[in-house]
């Protein structure tokens, strides 16, 4: 038998009925000021924020909670340094990241800046890392997609020099994760799928990943199976509850495997998409994965083999078989893309390969330069 490490260091709650009971064992121990980071597009509408805020009111014993909303799709790094300078002037003792990915990975950063007292432009523009001042992280996700709840990395933008990266830390980890699935009942079409999409790639990539073991390639292949059972059906009825549910677990169980085994070249090589285009995560992601895979087929055939089986619910064996697969099922959520799509074309190319950023050793090919022009220029057609 291999020998495996873990590292699972945020306490989980998942489920509706436990959510508010966790809540208050989780926040009746907080003495001090909350920062509560949601995103722009806000979920307060559904009324679900205020829910959340009444819920710790009723068992937190001193101080209050400060709301800040101005966080947006692909978090900015100006949004990140006013909300910190909010945190300091109210001296919060915690923060909560509620919403989905960019509000989550945005409290990440925010507490970060907070228990340094000091703006992000350090870690993000240079090689400094978050340490043991960082404040508790507590993530309580809206969306079923990113894994943020469960994960050690903060993605943000600077559109300007259009560069996107992550700040990675085990001192990052969300204290608790609350996955309420309830909460993502009420996600639009477009985010569902895209969100779904993301949990599909993260089962992916970590399932092929260098640091893949035999418990992540376990949940790996348990997502996948998930995501090929009932994203198609909330494709066709986003009100399927049970549907949601399950990609709520999913969703979770694949943030425990970016923490573990990590993702691959594609979610390299989507931040400088992300940031030349400001298009969603999932968009850019969808726009390189035929590419992606047709190049990474030779370094894990039988794994790929077994992917596209699960998603097309018939034996796959060769490389035709496996890039129809995973082509049948991109149409069939709707995230058949190509980067042309996304407003790039091959003059953009140059600027995509400078700023892919980031660990690509989990990669099974040995990646080079030369490889992730190939990968963006064939995903142009
Ligand atoms: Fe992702």
């Not at 009925?17 to 003495?31: D, G, M, P, W, Y």
């Not at 949990?199 to 998930?226: C, G, Q, W």
């Not at 969703?251 to 085994?261: E, T």
Request: glycine share 6%; proline share 4%; net charge neutral.
């Amino acid at each position: 038998m291999e020998n495996i490490q873990l590292h699972i260091p945020t306490k989980i709650y998942f489920g509706n009925q436990i959510f508010a009971e966790a809540l208050k064992e989780e926040f009746s121990q907080i003495k001090g000021n909350i920062l509560l980071v949601i995103g722009s597009n806000s979920i307060k509408k559904n009324g679900y924020v205020n829910e959340v805020i009444r819920d710790i009111q009723l068992s937190q014993k001193e101080g209050t909670i400060i709301s800040y909303d101005e966080i947006s799709p692909n978090p900015k790094i100006n949004q990140i340094n006013t909300a910190i300078k909010i945190g300091l002037g109210n001296n919060v003792v915690c923060l909560i990241g509620m919403g989905g990915g960019s509000a989550l990975d945005a409290a990440k950063a925010i507490a970060v800046g907070i228990g340094a007292k000091t703006n992000i432009d350090e870690y993000f523009y240079g090689t400094k890392q978050p340490d043991l001042r960082t404040l508790p992280i507590y993530a309580i996700p809206t969306t079923a997609g990113t894994g943020s709840e469960l994960s050690k990395g903060a993605i943000i933008s600077c559109p300007k020099e259009t560069i996107k990266k992550g700040i990675r830390s085990q001192y990052i980890y969300p204290k608790a994760a609350f996955v309420n699935p309830r909460f993502t009942y009420t996600m639009p079409k477009t985010i569902t799928k895209e969100t779904g999409f993301d949990v599909l790639t993260h089962a992916v990539e970590s399932y092929i990943s260098k640091k893949a073991n035999t418990f992540t390639e376990m949940l790996s292949i348990e997502a996948i199976k998930i995501v090929s059972d009932n994203l198609p059906k909330l494709i066709n009825n986003i009100e399927n509850v049970e549907a949601r549910d399950n990609m709520s677990y999913a969703s979770m169980i694949m943030g425990i495997n970016l923490g573990n085994a990590s993702t691959c070249l594609p979610h390299r090589m989507q931040y400088p998409i992300g940031a030349l285009t400001d298009t969603s995560h999932s968009a850019g992601l969808a726009s390189i994965y035929i590419a992606w895979i047709e190049y990474a087929y030779q370094y894990s055939e039988e794994k790929f083999h077994h992917m596209a089986s699960l998603l097309a619910h018939k034996i796959c064996k060769n490389k035709s078989d496996t890039i129809e697969s995973f082509t049948t099922f991109l149409s069939r959520i709707e995230m058949n893309k190509s980067i042309s799509d996304l407003g790039i074309n091959k003059n953009h190319i140059p600027c995509l390969v400078n700023n892919v950023t980031g660990s690509i050793d989990n990669d099974p090919a040995s990646v080079e330069e030369e490889i992730i022009q190939k990968i963006y220029i064939r995903a142009l057609d």
